[in-house]
C-alpha cells in the first residue's frame, strides 16, 4: 500500500467509521478534558487525523483558531458537514491535509493535536519532525497512540496483515510506548506528561503532552 492507497481505503469506510460509536466514552471524554486544559483562548490549534471531526468540533469553540486536517477527502467532507448541522464555529476549518503538507508553510501553531494519528503514519520520525517545525516555540504536541506492541500480538503478527491483505485494515505502525518516547525525543521534543485514560481493559493508548525544545543535528 501507498499513502494515495491508504488515504482510499479511509475514503471508502468513511461513512461507517462516521457512524461507529466511540468505544470507551468515559475514557474519550477525559482526554477532551485534559486537552481542554491545555490549551488557552489565544492559541492556534492543528488537529492532524481529525477523521470526520468529533473532536475538533467539541475543541474548537475554546480556542482563537482550530484548523483539522485528514488526508482522506471524504472524510473531510463527512467533517464539513457535521459543521454545518453543528452550527457556527468561527474558529473551525477542515482541510485535506497531512502534516508533510503543512511543515512547507510559514504557519506556526501553538499546539498540534494527534489522536489516534501516529500509528497510521508511514514514517513517524519525519512526521514528528514536521510537527516540530510548525509549532511555535515551547508549543506542545499532544497525541494518544495505539501501541500496538503492547496489544495482543496475535492481532499484530496474524489478523492485521492478513486483513490488510484483502484491503479491510488500514496501513499502521507496531511501536511500544518507551519507543514513541524515544521518537518524540530524538524529533526535538521534551516528553513532559504521560497519561493513561481507558476505562476499560488494558490501556495500550498513552496520552502524552509533550513541549517542544531544540532539535539536536546528529
Not at 510537527?131 to 492481532?155: Q, R
Not at 490488510?164 to 505502525?173: E, W, Y
Request: aromatic content about 6%; glycine content about 6%.
Amino acid at each position: 500500500m501507498t499513502h494515495a492507497s491508504d488515504a482510499r481505503f479511509w475514503d471508502r469506510i468513511s461513512r461507517k467509521y462516521a457512524k461507529s460509536a466511540i468505544a470507551d466514552q468515559e475514557g474519550y471524554e477525559r482526554s477532551l478534558d485534559r486537552t481542554r486544559a491545555l490549551l488557552r483562548s489565544e492559541d492556534r490549534v492543528l488537529e492532524l487525523g481529525c477523521g470526520t471531526g468529533t473532536t475538533a468540533l467539541r475543541l474548537a469553540p475554546h480556542v482563537q483558531s482550530y484548523l483539522a486536517t485528514d488526508f482522506s477527502p471524504q472524510m473531510i467532507a463527512i467533517a464539513d458537514d457535521k459543521r454545518r448541522a453543528h452550527g457556527q464555529i468561527p474558529a473551525l476549518v477542515f482541510r485535506t491535509a497531512t502534516a508533510e503538507n503543512l511543515a512547507g508553510k510559514p504557519e506556526q501553531f501553538d499546539a498540534v493535536l494527534g489522536f489516534n494519528y501516529l500509528h497510521l503514519v508511514r514514517d513517524v520520525p519525519a512526521t514528528l519532525r514536521c510537527i516540530h517545525k510548525m509549532l511555535a516555540p515551547e508549543g506542545l504536541f499532544i497525541s494518544k497512540t495505539p501501541c500496538l506492541s503492547e496489544m495482543n500480538p496475535l492481532i499484530r503478527l496474524a489478523m492485521l496483515p492478513a486483513m490488510r491483505a484483502v484491503g479491510k485494515a488500514p496501513f499502521v505502525t507496531a511501536f511500544t510506548a518507551e519507543d514513541l518516547h524515544q521518537l518524540l525525543t530524538a524529533a526535538g521534543f521534551e516528553v513532559i506528561a504521560t497519561e493513561r485514560h481507558a476505562t476499560k481493559g488494558k490501556d495500550a493508548r498513552p496520552y502524552i503532552v509533550a513541549r517542544k525544545g531544540a532539535l539536536v543535528s546528529s
